[in-house]
């Protein structure tokens, strides 16, 4: 069950513990070839099928910062922060769990982990903790963002 809004929530429009849960995404042969050509990356494992045969996954695995690209199209499509987003602050405590194959669809759960007001900037940050889960609900990465986002306008 995926969570769509209609626009953005502004920082005060958070709650601490508040779920939202994107709709999947099938990663694809050209999403690895694309992201290889723009970020250089043409480890074998990902890119070369016979290569990959012989290694520990038996096949190829889709670059683990594609995934996480993905995860924030993913988060975006929601809505949850389309014009309110301000920065994209940090990324803390990231882990990748669990390889990604071609064809295997991809989802986020969200969960809203911290909120920290900051009246001088008029917005907050909102520290969210990513879970990116496989077809199988099986979670191939996870960790914190931080954003900061607009505080609601007085009137």
Do not use: C
Not at 1 to 7: P, V
Not at 38 to 54: P, R, V
Not at 146 to 151: E, G
């Amino acid at each position: 069950m995926s969570t769509l809004l209609s626009h953005g929530l502004y920082f005060e429009e958070f709650s601490l513990g508040q779920k939202i849960v994107t709709l999947g995404r099938t990663v694809t042969e050209s999403d690895v070839v694309t992201f290889a050509g723009l970020s250089g990356d043409y480890n074998q494992i990902h890119t070369d099928a016979e290569f990959s045969k012989n290694t520990p996954f038996g096949q190829r695995v889709a670059h683990g910062l594609l995934v996480l690209s993905i995860a924030s199209g993913l988060a975006m499509r929601t809505g949850f922060i389309e014009g309110t987003t301000l920065a994209f602050r940090e990324i803390n405590e990231w882990k990748f769990t669990k390889p990604v194959f071609l064809g295997d669809t991809v989802h986020v759960v969200m969960e809203i982990k911290e909120l920290k007001a900051l009246p001088r900037l008029k917005a907050g940050a909102v520290t969210i903790e990513l879970d990116v889960r496989n077809q199988r609900d099986e979670t191939s990465m996870k960790g914190l963002w931080t954003v900061l986002v607009a505080s609601k306008p007085a009137g």
